[in-house]
Structure formats: structure tokens, C-alpha cells
């Protein structure tokens, strides 16, 4: 048995060390916490995306900039409008631009559902008819028509909801063809006066009529 190091002082009415307690040498730091598997894996996550979201933001300043610097250089010298005007009109076309990058990337997912389903008819992307964000109940929605193309099979007309945020193929709640049936009404759509052609109600989430929620304009949002 080890030799106890403790006595009761009953003087102190305590318990007190026979020895003292050694003092602990070297530098003190903050213990690391201890993180489970799980709790590593989300952090390393969580440190690639902000690592992502700079690397886009670096790019989208730098894009521009150039862009900027391309177009004061159309000017005859001193005719260039301002600045600001300038800089203002570039930021907005480029996220256009980008939020057009964004809905092909999502057709694009929605294909490769397609595709999943028909292995062997290979669609491809014919033509984005039209495209439509919806914003409700703290999910926003992306609806589409486009054109599917098969060298092997006819072409289909589509219909599809993805997740706005959509990461993968989980996030592409929809995707199928527009029959002869009747045209699910789309509140989301047709309060922003975009004519897509839905499927069924039953058949997608988004521009419930029961929401009565706010005008959307997917103009005058930031990203779409
Ligand atoms: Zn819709």
C-alpha cells in the first residue's frame, strides 16, 4: 500500500499534505480541450471553409480590380466617369455574373440526378429557360426549367427544386420532366413574376400558398 501523504489536522479541522506540494516548473499554458473525433473533423470543416470563403473574396476583389483597371483604360484621359460609379457598376455585373455561375452549377447537380436515373441516355445540359429563388420559412429555394439533351434518347423538358445553398445531390429536392398534367401553383414564382412551369404541387417544397410572407426580388438580392 502507498504511503499516505495526507493527515487530518485536527487543529485546522482540514486535511493538509505531510509534504508539500511540488511547484509546477516550466511554462504554463491553457490545456488544450480535448476534442472528440466528430468535434475534429466539424472544426477542420469549419477552418476549410473560412480558408474557402477568404480565397473567393481575395479572387473577387482582385477580378475587380482588373476589371476596373480594363475599362478606365476605354476612357479618353480625364473623361472617365468616377470612381465609385465605376467600381459600383463592376461589383454588381460581377455578381451577376457570379450568381449566374451559381444556377448553371445547380442545373448542373440536377442533371447528374438525371443521370443517375437514366445511366445510359447521358443528358446534358441544353438551355436554362427559366430560373426562379425563393425565400420562405427560413429556406430559400431555387426553382428551374431547363432542357435536358441526349445523343441517345429525346430531349426532356425539366423541372427542378435544389436547395439555394445547395452543397450536393442531396440538396436537389426535384428533378423531372413537365407531363401534360396540371401546373402546380407556385407562389414564389409567380409573386416574382418568373414563369416557370412546376409539376404538381405535391411534387416540390417551396412557394407554398399558405406562406404569406414577404415580396421576393431576385434582383435586388445580393446574391441571386
Ligand atoms: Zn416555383
Request: a negative charge; hydrophobic letters at 25%; one cysteine or more.
Amino acid at each position: 500500500m502507498e504511503k499516505e501523504n495526507k493527515v487530518y489536522d485536527t487543529s485546522a479541522h482540514s486535511w493538509r499534505f505531510t509534504e508539500s506540494a511540488p511547484l509546477p516548473t516550466g511554462k504554463w499554458r491553457f490545456p488544450k480541450p480535448v476534442l472528440d473525433e466528430k468535434a475534429k473533423e466539424e472544426k477542420a470543416r469549419l477552418s476549410r471553409e473560412e480558408k474557402q470563403l477568404l480565397h473567393e473574396k481575395l479572387q473577387r476583389r482582385q477580378r475587380v480590380e482588373e476589371e476596373l483597371q480594363r475599362r478606365m483604360k476605354q476612357f479618353p484621359p480625364g473623361k472617365a466617369p468616377p470612381d465609385k460609379q465605376l467600381r459600383k457598376e463592376v461589383i454588381r455585373e460581377d455578381r451577376l455574373a457570379r450568381a449566374e455561375e451559381r444556377h448553371v452549377k445547380n442545373v448542373q447537380m440536377a442533371l447528374h440526378v438525371l443521370n443517375k436515373r437514366y445511366p445510359d441516355r447521358k443528358y446534358e445540359l441544353g438551355e436554362i429557360t427559366e430560373k426562379c429563388t425563393i425565400f420562405e420559412y427560413g429556406s430559400a429555394y431555387c426553382h428551374y426549367n431547363f432542357t435536358a439533351c441526349s445523343p441517345t434518347s429525346d430531349d426532356l423538358f425539366c423541372f427542378a427544386e435544389v436547395d439555394a445553398n445547395l452543397e450536393n445531390e442531396n440538396d436537389v429536392y426535384q428533378c423531372c420532366t413537365i407531363g401534360s398534367g396540371p401546373d402546380g401553383y407556385c407562389m414564389g414564382c409567380q409573386n416574382q413574376r418568373v414563369a416557370v412551369t412546376h409539376p404538381s404541387r405535391d411534387m416540390f417544397i417551396g412557394g407554398q400558398e399558405s406562406f404569406g410572407g414577404f415580396e421576393t426580388d431576385s434582383k435586388s438580392d445580393p446574391d441571386y
